[in-house]
């Protein structure tokens, strides 16, 4: 049964994607917003329709629902739990419907399409960490495909859920436990915000293991500079920002870029001809390393019907471009579905690289060391006039 609602909802998915690059090749950008932008206005919800994320039934995962989907692992797979470290995962854009702008908490479709996310993402950090993942509603696709205002009030929505959701998690934690910040595509665009609101320049930025933001870009200059944290430039770092886009040969990220280039970034800078931060999942460094693929511990390669996955490890080598994009070299086998158009591997930006990043959240976790607080200098009490 379960694997027959998989089978069914990637069908779907994957006609969307063969779909849109058919008609990308043919007419370019333009039709694809055409065909996915939203047409309605944007209707602010009622405060009562606000999730309540003291309730379970708002997590997507959560330690409480021990058989999420972000408990999956590849058949064969085992490692000892590590206690005592929690990820806040926001989950990336689960909607294509251009009839609404913001997707509702109780639409089964959506709450399905993320539970393919848990398990091909968030599975990477079961058993390192506790996991909480909200379900939030997201801003559809079409949003990001548009300069209309409606498309900011629906990402500012999907914004103040996530914000809601990570004050529940922190307020959930034990005094002092290590934390991971990790999302992909919107989930890293909303994590982004929540840094800077958050987390930089705040006691919480002391507790971050490490945050695993990939599938949106990140200007080196006009981001990064907000976020109150570095991009890692060690395996071993805590309390650093990993980041990449993935992308076959030949590439084609124009579009991205001239999207990229027309905003402005999270310090307020311009992000026109800003260099793109790009960590290598398979080392966790920022550097131009051509890292081979013998390197790889193991991609995640989907099964037919996407109800589950194998590892097949030295399939895919890695290195991060003077573009800021993430070159895999020749196109994977196993990965023919989901290809978004220029061979972008968006969808597979975790999964290319499972147990690489699988062994990176367990490094940095192990290596965390919490700070320390400085000693209190003794108090000189005055004698009495």
Known sequence: MLARRFLWIIAILIMIVIAAAFAYSLFGERLITAAMVPSAEFKAPPAKDAPDYSQLAA????????????????????????????????????????????????????????????????????????????????????????????????????????????????????????????????????????????????????????????????????????????????????????????????????????????????TGARRLGTGILCVNPMTGMASDEKVPAKANLGSLVPNADFSGGSLVPHGIGAQCLPAGILDIGEPPNGFGSYVLPGNNYHVYDYPLFWANLRADVERRVDGYAAPVAPARKPVKHMAAA
């Open 59 to 266: 997590w997507a995962a959560h330690p409480a629902k021990p058989r999420d989907a972000a408990h999956w692992t590849p058949a064969g797979y085992t490692a000892p739990p590590r206690p005592g470290v929690s990820v806040f995962y926001v989950l990336p854009t689960s909607i294509f419907d251009r009839t609404r702008w913001n997707a509702a908490m109780d639409d089964a479709k959506v709450g399905q399409t993320m539970d393919l996310f848990l398990q091909s993402q968030a599975s990477v950090f079961n058993g390192v960490a506790e996991i909480w993942a909200p379900r939030y509603r997201q801003a559809t696709f079409g949003a990001f495909l548009t300069d209309k205002p409606e498309a900011k009030q629906a990402l500012d929505l999907a914004y103040r859920d996530v914000l809601a959701a990570f004050d529940a998690f922190i307020a959930a934690q034990p005094a002092g436990r290590p934390i991971i910040l990790a999302g992909h595509s919107q989930g890293s665009l909303l994590l982004m915000r929540l840094l800077k609101d958050r987390v930089a320049g705040t006691g919480i930025a002391a507790r971050i293991v490490a945050v695993y933001i990939p599938g949106w870009p990140i200007s080196v200059s006009a981001d990064l500079p907000a976020l109150g944290l570095p991009a890692c430039s060690t395996p071993d770092q805590n309390g650093c920002i990993l980041s990449w886009q993935s992308y076959a040969r030949p590439a084609d990220y124009g579009a991205i870029r001239a999207r990229f280039d027309a905003g402005t970034g999270l």
